[in-house]
C-alpha cells in the first residue's frame, strides 16, 4: 500500500539548503527579510544592479508559501479584470494585466539567461465555469481582458474530463517547479555579491536613516533600505494586515487518471478547485490545490475535512488515483483585491510586498520588479495602482466588516467558554484545546507520542486567542493568520514571537496509557 508525503510535492522533489545563520553585525546597501520569489526576486534585482544586499530567512530559502503554492505562472487570476474596470477603471485593469506579464516575461528571461532547468512549460491557463450562473461572468471578463491587450478568449468547452458550461482562456501563459526555478537565483544572487542568511529570524525593525534589523540570535544588519517579503509584513507601518484576509487551502499531488488535463484550470466559483500538471520520477501527475478557508476558522469536521473533500474532488472529477503528496499553504488576499507594493515608511526607506491573493508568481516577481526600481528611486506605472497606503472608497464596507470580525474574535473568544483543565487528560493524540487553569488561558495539545504540551492560547501578535488546526497540528490565529507549532515556536506570521511554554501548570494532569 502506497503511503503518502505529508510534505510539499516542491519541497520534497528539490534539493535542500543549507545557508549559515546571521552570526555577526552587518552593514549593507538593502536588507531583504523573507526568502521566497519577492525577496529572492528583489535582491536578485539590486544586487545585479550592484547594490551590496544582505537576504534575511527566518527558516530556509523557499520553504514557505512559495514552496507551498500551485507554482501557475499566469496573468489570468481567477475572475479580476472586470472587477478592477468596474470599480476603478481601464486603466487599472491594464496596469494590473501589464504587471502580471512583465512577470510573465521576466521568469522566462531569467531562465533563459542563466539556463534554469525548472520544468518550465508554456501552456494555457482557464478560469471555468461549473454552472450556467457563472457565464456571464465569464464573458465580462474575456471583454475586459481584450480590451485591456490580454490573450484573452471564451472556450465553450475547455480540455477537462468533466463538463462545465464554459471557461476563461488566456493564452501564452505557463508552468514551472518553483524551487527549481528560485534555488538558482539564489546562486545567481550570492554569484553578484549578495549574502544569504537563513535560520534567521528577525523580530524587530528599527526605524531611521538607516534602519536597524534585528534577529532573534541578536545580531543587527543595518541597511539604508529595507524590504520586507515576509508574505504577511512583520513590520506593518500602514495596518496591511487589518485590510487583508489569510487563508489556509489545501493541496495534493496524486496519479493522474486516464485523461490527463492539458493546460492550467481554476473554478470561478466557490469553493475553489485548481488543476495543474507536474512530473514526478519520469511521468506526469496531477497537483489540484482548493478547498480553502480562513486560517483559524475551518468550520464543522476541523481544516482535515477540507483536505479530504479535495480528495474526493480530484477522484470524482478527475479520475486521480493514489495520493502522493499532501500539504497546505496559505494566501493573504488584501480587501481591495490589489497586492500591497511599495513604501510603509518612506522617511526611512522601508518597503513591502503583501496580498497576493494566490497569484504570487507573476504578481511577486512583478514586485521584485517595483520594489527594485522604488528602492533605486526610479519611475514605474504600477506604484499606483499597487500602493501600500491608497484606501479605496469601494473597499471600505469589506474594511468595515473585516474589523468587525477581528473584534469580534480578539473581545468575544476573550468571553467565551473554555474547557476545564481536566480536559487536557482526555486529549487523544494530534488533538488540541483552549482550557482555562488558575485563570490563564492555554493551548494544550496531545503530539504523536502521547506527551503534552501546553502553550499560551494568546496570539503574540495582536492577542486574539488561537485555535487548534487538526490537520496540520498547530496553532492558529482567525485574527491576522500567524501560525504556530502545538510547542509554540511561529510557523507563519505577521507574528514573530514563539507562544510562550505553559507545561509547567499541567505537571498534575494526567497521560493516558497507550
Known sequence: MLVEAQESFWVATSLSTSYPALDRDLEVD?????????????????AQDGRTVALVEADRVINGVTGHTTAKVTSLHTLIYAELAERLDQDAARLYGEANEAGLDTIRRLCREHEIECELRDTSAYTFATSDDDVERLEREVETAVSVGLPASFVDEPPLPFPTSGAVRFSGQAQLHPRKYLLPLVTQLESAGGQVFERSRVVDIERGTPSRVRTDAGHVVTAESVVVA????????????????ASRGYALALEAGDALPDGMFISASTPSHSVRTATFEGRAVLVVSGEGHSVGEPGAGGARTHSEQLERWARDALGAGDVLFRWSTQDLYSLDRRPFIGAIDKRSRIFTASGFGGWGMTTGTAAGMLLRDLVLERESPWSELFDPGRLEPKALPALVSKGAHDAKRLIGDRLGRDEPPEAAAELERGEGEIVRVGGERLAV???AAGALHAVSAVCTHLGCIVSWNDAEESWDCPCHGSRFAATGEVLHGPATTALADKSQLLAAVPTPSA
Request: cysteine-free; charged content about 15%; glycine content about 12%.
Open 230 to 245: 515576509t508574505h504577511a509584513p512583520i513590520l506593518d507601518a500602514k495596518l496591511l494586515v487589518a485590510r487583508s484576509r
Open 30 to 46: 538593502v536588507a531583504v527579510v523573507g526568502g521566497g520569489i519577492v525577496g529572492i526576486t528583489t535582491a536578485l534585482l539590486l
Open 445 to 447: 495539545s496531545r503530539d
